[in-house]
């Protein structure tokens, strides 16, 4: 198969803005997009596309086709000579910005492409790349051996959350993650939730790309810390990365995991994280908590834990070691116990 050529648009005025709507739909339909893929790669555009007229009288769209080792991408290319992005985290920022403004679309262009990067220089122009990858799910027909348990709440009733978690599934792979936004309140909660946000709309990406992409998510939020594991059971494997303060432990404990956590806080200072790479047999138990849990804990205070449900362990987890004064998740990651 021939793969399309690139595609320049020249968007000066707004009448523009639907033409490179529909070029970049039916591109993406023709290398192989999902029908919801096409709609975000379509509203992507548009934003771009609005960006050029309302901030830099006009400018420049490439759609360009990849194609890399099997996996094909679109890639979004925005170049304009305007003013440039005087802030380039409030402008990642826009669903934060208050009602009626609707900042400049690149929060929303990170939550719906895969990458993202942006070149700005004051007085002389923008350059926003953004690419998006073909998913292939085939789904499994044998059933998920991993069973998973959660318990989260904020550190007050009713107050909100500023920890946040993920868990997903698809094909033979599972992804679980902790995030505890810096400090706790309406901005811990905040900056949380757009890191579960970029995390839930990108869950298939590799590890770091997924950190990367946080990162970019929570520019203008407090930060966030966060711990992702990725089980891919068919394999027997698991992926871990960390940044910052999220306990991570393997019952039972051996060197086969020695996990990297890097220090810092995503979205403000944190170093990308180190990826690493281990075997997952059936029996093991992983816990996943945020620092609003104790951390000196044996896993002799769980009695009968061989034969406790993943969801049981949780809660009790939970109930055992939740500080008063913090938001508290915990995520326990083990076998079906039938
Ligand atoms: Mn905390």
Known sequence: MQSPLPET??????????AARRAAKALAESIGFDPAACEEIALAMTELATNLIKH???????????????????????????PGIADVEQALADRFSTAGTRGTGLGAVNRLMDELDITSEHGRGTRIACRKWVRQHPSSIRPCPLAFGVATRPRQPGADNGDAFVVKQWAEIALVGVIDGLGHGQFAHRAAQAARQYVESHFDLPLDQIFRGVGRACRATRGVVMALARFDWGQGRLAFASVGNIEVRVFPGSELFSFSIRRGVIGLNAPNAMVTEHPWPPGHVLVLHSDGLRTYWNWKDFPGLSEQPAQALAQEFLRLLAKEEDDATVIVVRKVIP
């Open 9 to 18: 648009l020249e968007i000066l005025h707004s009448s523009h803005v639907g």
């Open 56 to 82: 830099a009288q006009g400018g420049k769209l490439t759609l360009t086709p990849h194609a890399d080792g099997g996996r094909v991408a679109l890639e979004i290319e925005s170049r304009d000579s305007g």
